[in-house]
Nanobody, 115 residues
């Protein structure tokens, strides 16, 4: 059963940066669009960035210009570099395949932006 493991979260001050990673195990990575989502308590999980099989990228307006999504197919790993983080970016971040979602979500990685 394919699964993802996210890592790289933490606590940073406003204006800081973090680089998240997501590794896909026992699944096909190269053939799928991959995406990063985030969720805060009581709200739905939102897609914030996605990257296609030809490295085409799309971002939510709220993160455009600050976040960069990338992938390393040789390592089945997805990345999210987050720059100029703001308190409203505080959330649990998850990865999945937007067009063919994995049944099971990972545990996510917590990002907290606070002074």
């Amino acid at each position: 059963q394919a699964k993802v493991v996210e890592s790289g979260g933490g606590m940073v001050q406003p204006g800081g940066s973090l680089n998240l990673s997501c590794v896909l195990y026992d699944g096909i990575f190269v053939a799928y669009t991959m995406g990063w989502y985030r969720q805060t308590p009581g709200k739905q999980r939102d897609l914030v960035a996605k990257i296609g099989t030809s490295d085409q990228t799309n971002y939510a307006d709220s993160v455009k210009g600050r976040f960069t999504i990338s992938r390393d197919n040789s390592k089945s790993t997805l990345y999210l570099f987050m720059n100029n983080l703001q308190p409203e970016d505080t959330a649990v971040y998850y990865c999945n395949r937007p067009n063919s979602p994995l049944r099971d979500w990972g545990q996510g990685t917590q990002v907290t932006v606070s002074s």
